[in-house]
């Protein structure tokens, strides 16, 4: 045994960078042109960003503007009102959510709420989204629809179940 091996030994082993994580889906900057746009383009646009499976009945969600809504959108149903400025996918996804929790069970609901409590803590993605924007821990409804938003398909496998027609076995595709 030589010393010049051992010095190869003791050589500091190189640390790879670990590459930045990212939000997979940032946020959209509110649209103030004044022009309205192509609510279909947008729905299209959601359905390819998002990974939502062709199949999706989430694609046949009704969707129009109200300029006098006193939220940036909201959901009534299967229809989806915007604000002529927050009509854009990243929007739309989070009130898509809404209409995806509306169909789990009171069950379900619970179980979502007992993972995200447990997963806002160690998942990477989500660890990261609530360094940034805090809205999703607002109550579990909402962080629901911000993990679908921000997340997408991203988002942990164990909580997809909980996302039907969107990322559920039946209505959409998980990957
Ligand atoms: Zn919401």
């Not at 003791?10 to 640390?15: A, F, G, N, Q």
């Not at 359905?47 to 129009?64: D, G, N, Q, R, Y």
């Not at 809404?98 to 409590?117: A, E, M, N, P, V």
Request: glycine share 6%.
């Amino acid at each position: 045994m030589c010393w010049k091996k051992i010095s190869e030994w003791l050589k500091p082993v190189p640390i790879k960078p670990v590459p930045k994580l990212t939000i997979p889906h940032p946020e959209e900057a509110q649209d103030n042109s004044g022009e309205l746009v192509d609510l279909e383009h947008v729905r299209d646009v959601w359905m390819i960003v998002w990974h939502v499976k062709a199949s999706s009945p989430m694609k046949t969600v009704e969707l129009v503007f109200d300029p006098n809504s006193p939220y940036p959108a909201y959901t009534i149903g299967r229809k989806i009102v915007f604000q002529p400025s927050w009509a854009n996918p990243g929007v739309l996804m989070h009130e898509i959510c809404h209409i995806s929790w509306s169909l789990l069970t009171d069950k379900q609901q619970t179980q979502f709420g007992i993972l995200h409590d447990q997963l806002k803590g160690t998942d990477p993605y989500m660890k990261l989204l609530y360094s940034i924007n805090t809205y999703g821990l607002t109550n579990h409804i909402e962080g629901h629809a911000e993990i679908g938003r921000y997340l997408g398909q991203f988002m942990p496998e164990i909580l997809k179940p909980f996302y039907p027609c969107l990322y559920d076995s039946e209505g959409g595709q998980s990957h």
